[in-house]
């Protein structure tokens, strides 16, 4: 059993309250994201279950037991840094066995395990090198090889892959998933990159201003936003949030296809719908065109409606141009509607 529970956990620093209530559990041999914007609180959160930062309040259990004042060393976990924390006068080799010395683990056993961590993530050919002559790339696979050698359960990621290029970022995410699954590791990865979130986790705990949003699969969060925050956060380009104070929806909006289960007059109540639901097409809604970025397979489409911003998604490209007068709509289905708190209302 690795599993991770967090209960209630709060974490303040004078009158600040940076976590406020936090509480998920994460199933063995799975991988949970803490996604969310910047300053919303995940790494503190990483770090409390980590060991590396006190908890004010709550109680946090790894494999069933309370590790929430347990000293970091006892947990049974390894951790990656977004700064991969390499010893800069050590080798590779070194930086991968340091852990495993101190803990007094055999030279026998040290090999055995070095050998087969370092074919598993491609540093075959580097051990002698110092951490100034890899790439970054190449410093990343030494800081995972470190935490997969010291055959911990449970590995907590902080924006481990934040430091590198895309094309990199993609490989070594694909890299962490496949090894997460097939050494079964019980996992949490830290990160502001819903892309990541999106293809890696088997759970997402979404966080804003240190309050948990939505705990759901991926597919669930972009289908069944929760809030309007989980709706516009999730997705890019984001999911359009309209007022509905801004628009006569009994006859303007339900030319355009949104019926709505919603009384008249409903005040701060907003409509959410997702780009690739909008249709150029009459009738609907009067709006122009004020900007068309080509990204090749498809184009995404700025679109003014009075004050409001909307984006259009469409295959391929769209002949379009900036200042252009289209009409949109979308599928009554495609809405979802959010109350004047911003929590989703009907199915």
């Not at 930086?95 to 026998?108: D, E, M």
């Not at 590995?155 to 070594?172: H, Q, T």
């Not at 009738?283 to 990204?295: M, N, Q, R, T, Y």
Request: aromatic residues 6%; hydrophobic residues 40%.
């Amino acid at each position: 059993m690795s599993s991770i529970e967090t209960y209630n956990l709060i974490k303040e620093w004078g009158r600040i309250r940076a976590v406020d209530d936090v509480s998920f559990h994460v199933p063995e041999a799975s991988l949970t994201v803490l996604l969310g914007p910047s300053g919303c609180g995940k790494s503190t959160i990483l770090r409390m279950i980590a060991g590396l930062e006190d908890v004010t309040s709550g109680r946090i259990a790894i494999a069933g037991q309370d590790v929430t004042y347990k000293d970091a060393a006892k947990r049974g976990v390894s951790m990656v840094f977004q700064s991969y924390a390499l010893f800069p006068h050590l080798n590779v080799r070194e930086n991968i066995l340091f852990g495993l010395k101190v803990r007094g683990v055999s030279a026998t056993e040290r090999k055995k395990r070095l050998a087969a961590v370092t074919a598993m993530v491609g540093l075959d050919g580097l051990l002698h090198r110092k951490p100034a002559k890899l790439s970054g790339g190449q410093r990343q696979r030494v800081a995972l090889a470190r935490s997969i050698v010291s055959q911990q359960p449970v590995c907590l990621m902080d924006e481990p892959l934040s430091n590198l290029d895309a094309k990199l970022r993609n490989e070594m995410r694909e890299e962490i998933r496949t090894l997460q699954q097939k050494l079964g590791l019980t996992m949490i990865y830290v990160t502001h990159d819903q892309t990541e979130a999106m293809t890696m986790a088997d759970q997402v705990v979404l966080l804003q201003s240190g309050r948990v949003e939505q705990i759901a699969p991926p597919h669930e969060l972009y289908e069944h936003p929760a809030t309007a925050f989980s709706a516009h956060f999730i997705g890019s380009p984001p999911m359009n949030i309209v007022p509905l104070d801004l628009i006569d929806y009994r006859t303007v909006l339900s030319a355009a296809g949104g019926r709505l289960p919603v009384a008249d007059g409903t005040a701060g109540w907003s409509i959410g719908i997702r780009p690739e639901e909008i249709k150029l097409d009459q009738p609907g809604l009067p709006s122009k065109v004020a900007a068309v970025d080509f990204l090749g397979a498809e184009t995404v489409i700025r679109l003014m409606y009075g004050e409001q911003t909307l984006f259009a998604r469409a295959n391929g490209r769209a002949v379009l141009a900036p200042g252009d007068e289209v009409m949109i709509s979308w599928p009554p289905d495609a809405v979802h509607v959010f109350d004047e708190n911003g929590l989703r209302r009907g199915s």
